[in-house]
């Protein structure tokens, strides 16, 4: 697809890989790779910026993300209907506005992982399916880094990022 930044799933019930990008006019489409090709499903999320703020809910077989003005409020993707907004949250209960976090499905709950919010965080929040719960603090800040769930060992591991914010991040 033919965009700069995005954030991608695998969509379990119909073995694909979702993509949304978005576009340098600030539009954004949805892709799946299917038989070895992108194809567009629809209109994308123009503010789901991070590569790691969705995920696919295998409790709900769908499409999960953190999108809108304050990157917090929770989106659901539908061939039929594309994106809707599954929840609008207040900010005392809900992650701040984040850039570059890293979230992974784990034991039926999203996780979410560090970003940025002016600075570099280690916070680590919960999604239960119908609320946030703050978990706690990493020892290390992190943002654009990847969250792996290794489902054998139930473990989830770390893969890259920085602990620092470079000059013109958005």
Request: net charge negative; glycine share 14%.
């Amino acid at each position: 697809p033919p965009v700069a930044l995005g954030s991608m799933a695998w969509d379990v019930p119909n073995d694909r890989a979702l993509f949304n990008g978005v576009l340098g006019d600030g539009g954004a489409e949805v892709h799946a790779f299917v038989d070895g090709g992108w194809v567009m499903l629809g209109s994308g999320l123009g503010t789901l910026r991070n590569p790691s703020a969705s995920t696919f809910s295998p409790a709900s077989n769908e499409w999960l993300a953190l999108a809108g003005s304050n990157r917090a409020d929770l989106f659901a993707w539908s061939d039929d209907a594309g994106w809707q907004l599954r929840r609008r949250f207040v900010p005392e209960v809900a992650p701040p506005g984040l850039t570059d976090p890293s979230g992974v499905w784990l034991s039926g709950q999203f996780i979410l992982h560090g970003g940025s919010s002016g600075s570099v965080l280690s916070d680590t929040w919960r999604w239960d399916g119908d609320q946030w719960t703050f978990i706690g603090r990493s020892t290390q800040p992190l943002m654009g880094h990847h969250l792996v769930h290794l489902p054998g060992r139930n473990e989830v591991v770390t893969v890259g990022g920085t602990a620092t914010l470079a000059a013109g991040a958005f």
